[in-house]
């Protein structure tokens, strides 16, 4: 059975950083990964979209890898923002089309 | 365009009733998917539709759930005799097929409250 993990679970960092949230998951035979972000009270936001032959995506200050072989997806968010503060959230497709998610990694941004 | 829409956005009801949940996919949308958020058991899957394809119902907690497509667009999901531990956020994705590499596209979701 597909597991997800995210590390940290909440990260708290000054405005202006770069920082790395982290991803694993157990099976490495996926199709794709895809991050979202999620606001509090909200659904779900598409932030990227990695396929399993892809290495990396980049969509503005946002770059997300993929290591299929050994399990692990980092998402990196340069020069960070208050407007960055949400919950981060992994998950990873499989035969069965659906998502497997990770638990989220809840970021704060202090200006 | 429009993105997926859901209805109610909220929904409290009582023990024991029966409530409906409505996803609009987004238009030429052919896979729809429902997702339970709770906080115990974080984002969890419950059905895939695609195109006229029998659904996959393996997520589906019990018998007291289910749910249809109608016209291959609409979806409703059903929860028969309500319990508290149905409460969550119910959240509905569609994408363009059931192709895996198809980036799925969420709902605002419909948070539940069982008293």
């Known amino acids: 059975k597909q597991e997800v993990t995210q590390i940290p679970a909440a990260l708290s960092v000054p405005e202006g950083e770069n920082l790395v949230l982290n991803c694993s998951f157990t099976?490495?035979?996926?199709?794709?990964l895809q991050w979202f972000r999620q606001d509090p009270g909200k659904g779900l936001t598409s932030l990227l979209l990695?396929?399993?032959?892809?290495r990396e995506q980049t969509s503005g200050r946002l770059n997300a890898s993929l290591d299929k072989s050994s399990g692990r997806s980092t998402l990196y968010i340069a020069a960070s923002q208050p407007g960055d503060s949400a919950t981060y959230l992994c998950?990873?497709?499989?035969?069965?089309?659906?998502?497997?998610f990770g638990q989220g990694t809840r970021l704060t941004i202090n200006p | 365009g429009a993105g997926v829409s859901q209805s109610p956005s909220n929904k409290v009801t009582e023990k024991g009733k029966d409530v409906e949940l409505r996803c609009d996919p987004i238009?030429?949308?052919?896979?729809l998917y429902w997702y339970r958020q709770s906080l115990g058991q974080g984002l969890e899957f419950l059905i895939y539709?695609?195109?006229?394809?029998?659904?996959?119902k393996s997520g589906l907690p019990s018998d007291r759930f289910s749910a249809e497509r109608t016209g291959g667009s609409v979806s409703t999901l059903t929860i028969q005799r309500t319990q508290q531990e149905d409460s969550a956020v119910y959240l509905c994705?569609?994408?363009?097929?059931?192709?895996?590499?198809?980036?799925?596209?969420f709902g605002p979701g419909t948070r539940l409250t069982v008293t």
């Open positions: 998950a990873v497709v499989q035969g069965a089309q659906k998502l497997v």
């Open positions: 994705a569609s994408s363009l097929g059931g192709v895996s590499s198809y980036e799925q596209y």
């Open positions: 099976d490495s035979a996926i199709y794709n």
């Open positions: 238009s030429g949308h052919t896979a």
């Open positions: 990695i396929q399993s032959s892809q």
């Open positions: 539709f695609q195109g006229n394809s029998a659904p996959d």
